[in-house]
C-alpha cells in the first residue's frame, strides 16, 4: 500500500510512535509517513492477542507485535520491531488506535 493511503487504516484519534518520536491523529501521522523515504520490509515474525474486553470497554481490540528487517532507500538493512492495538469499529471495520515503531540498532 502506497504511504499517502496509510492513513486509512487508523483512527482519526490515533497515535504513533516512531523511534520515540510521538505523533497524534491520523492526519499528521499520515504526514510523517509521507515524508519517509520508499521501503522495502521483511516480516520475520508476527503475533497476536486480544485484548481482555475489561481493558477495552464497548470495544473488541487485538494487540499485534511484530517484528523483521526494513530497508530504507539508500540505506542498509535495519532490524526493527513494531506493536500496534487494532479496534473494531460501530461500522464493522478494524482499525489502528496505536503504533509503536522502533529501530533495533
Not at 12 to 35: E, H
Not at 46 to 58: A, N, R, V, Y
Not at 89 to 96: D, E, S, Y
Request: hydrophobic share 30%; charged share 15%; net charge negative.
Amino acid at each position: 500500500m502506497p504511504y499517502h493511503m496509510l492513513n486509512k487504516l487508523y483512527q482519526d484519534s490515533a497515535s504513533m510512535v516512531w523511534n520515540g518520536n510521538p505523533v497524534q491523529s491520523s492526519a499528521k501521522i499520515q504526514q510523517f509517513l509521507d515524508k519517509l523515504p520508499i521501503s522495502e520490509h521483511t516480516v520475520d515474525s508476527l503475533d497476536s492477542q486480544p485484548i481482555p474486553p475489561e481493558l477495552t470497554p464497548g470495544q473488541t481490540s487485538v494487540a499485534v507485535i511484530t517484528s523483521g528487517k526494513v530497508k530504507f532507500e539508500g540505506n542498509k538493512d535495519c532490524n526493527f520491531v513494531q506493536n500496534f492495538t487494532i479496534a473494531s469499529t460501530q461500522g464493522g471495520t478494524w482499525k489502528i488506535v496505536s503504533d509503536c515503531f522502533r529501530y533495533q540498532e
